[in-house]
């Protein structure tokens, strides 16, 4: 008589067999959370032996942080708010990342595209609201896009490192928009802050009902999504990734690299544009120098915490929102600076990146026993 018991000594070799088939499949799936959550999670703690040296205790900071980011429907929505223009200039990183290309310009496009926004709304002031905004987001995008584009023309022409060039970009993107606010574009009502003529009321983009967040959001959704779309579903996607792999082979079977890096470029540009837009006609309602809040910069932590992932933007973007918005709270609660959480993205970004020699050197994750 046979048993249809299993021996267990079977049990046991045959588990590990299917442990080990089950990690080298998803195992790189697993890296790309387990250690960004990591980095996270080490940062965190970083910052509170940080803030313990100031004589605050840490497990109030991480409670002060949590209510200020997500604990009321109010701190929600402007975690969110905060988060869509974060998704949007995380784009202008992750794009050009597919390509190989480390830009770092998405503050400057996304002045750029505030200014280039504005100026089509003050010159449409008698058109319908909805085609001033169309106008606006076409103008918006256009201005960043083709900002970045000249990033990527500098690359594929000149050989100018594309970092180096668009880091540079954003300060001549500040420059000419404090020489616009300040000169030809000023109202001249504006004394105390500099900024252009408001673009009015009407042509503001509202809130999603229900809430007090603004269209932005949903702006940044759909980018992001159509992101991954062009990126992992569409032959120029795959294309990008193939140069990105190596250039040298993509331009030995045929593929046009100099179309791709512009395009790309333009593409990236024109997300983070759309961003500058989003902040003048949903929260500034004109141009000034408060557009200048630092969201180019952070949307490059969120792109490479997300590992340059689209879709992985989105949480990520939401994360980095809610702790930018827990600042005032710890403020008023344990007396710390606002920029305080500026020196929390900070240790972040260093963890990120001191992470990034831990891929593909995890042995348990490969199947290996």
């Known amino acids: 008589m046979t048993s249809d018991v299993a021996d267990p000594a079977e049990v046991v070799g045959i588990a590990p067999a299917a442990d080990a088939g089950f990690l080298q499949r998803h195992g790189g799936t697993i890296e790309y959370v387990l250690i960004p959550g990591a980095a996270l999670v080490g940062a965190l703690a970083v910052f509170g032996v940080f803030v313990a040296l100031f004589g605050k205790n840490p497990l109030d900071l991480y409670f002060y942080m949590y209510q200020g980011a997500f604990g009321t429907w109010f701190s929600w929505q402007n975690t969110l708010t905060r988060a869509a223009p974060l998704i949007l200039t995380a784009l202008c990183t992750a794009l050009p990342a597919q390509l190989g290309m480390v830009i770092i310009g998405g503050e400057g496009a996304l002045l750029i595209g505030a200014l280039a926004a504005t100026s089509a709304a003050l010159a449409l002031q008698a058109m319908p609201p909805l085609a001033v905004q169309i106008a ?24 100018v490192n594309e970092t180096i060039s668009s880091l540079l970009l954003v300060y001549i993107a500040l420059a000419i928009l404090n020489r616009l606010v300040e000169g030809a574009m000023r109202d001249p009502a504006s004394l105390n802050k500099p900024s252009t ?17 603004h269209w932005g959001l949903v702006f940044g959704l759909i980018a992001a999504v159509l992101s991954y779309i062009l990126i992992y579903h569409t032959t120029f996607g795959f294309a990008a990734r193939v140069a990105g792999g190596n250039i040298r082979a993509a331009k030995i079977v045929g593929l046009s690299v100099g ?18 837009m989003v902040e003048v006609a949903a929260v500034q309602g004109r141009t000034n120098a408060n557009l200048a809040a630092g969201y180019g910069f952070t949307g490059i932590l969120v792109a490479f915490l997300a590992r340059q992932n689209p879709l992985a ?24 600076p606002d920029a305080s959480v500026l020196v929390l993205q900070g240790i972040i970004f260093v963890f990120v990146l001191a992470s990034d020699a831990l891929y593909g050197r995890i042995g348990f994750l490969k199947g290996k026993s």
Request: glycine share 22%.
């Open 136 to 159: 606006m987001v076409c103008a918006g995008m256009i201005g960043g896009g083709l900002w970045i584009m000249l990033s990527g023309g500098l690359r594929q022409y000149r050989g």
């Open 197 to 213: 003529r408001e673009i009015g009321a009407a042509n503001m983009i509202g809130s999603i009902p229900g809430t007090d967040v």
């Open 259 to 276: 179309k791709l890096i512009l395009t790309i470029c333009f593409l990236a540009g024109a997300s983070a544009g759309l961003a500058g």
């Open 313 to 336: 933007i989105i949480p990520v973007a939401i994360l980095l929102g809610g702790i930018s918005a827990s600042g005032g709270l710890l403020q008023r609660r344990l007396g710390l």
